[in-house]
């Protein structure tokens, strides 16, 4: 299972961006997305990176569970105004000596 945690947010990357008008149906997503005043500010909060930001780092600031974090993420995501980049993450497991013995 991946750690939501180990995701970052980043600004749409310039592929993505479209320098010309934009449709009305992008247009309402854009306004749905930024109505919310929480995702305003995490917009401008990713805004000022550089980098990828760390969901650790949104998390932490804005003082909301994780499960309303990555909604919010997933609809800035869907309005074209952010980039969730998914790090995979290798879990390692160990068992008892004796679950070894018995796959012997």
Known sequence: MINPMSY???KPSAAASNTGPIADRQFVRIARALVEPRRLQIVQ???VHDSPTPLTILHNTHCISRAT????TKELETAGLAEIIRE?????SYGSAQCVARLR
């Open 69 to 72: 974090l990555s909604h919010h």
């Open 88 to 92: 995979r993450q290798i879990r390692q």
């Open 8 to 10: 970052h947010v980043v």
């Open 45 to 47: 909060e990713i805004a």
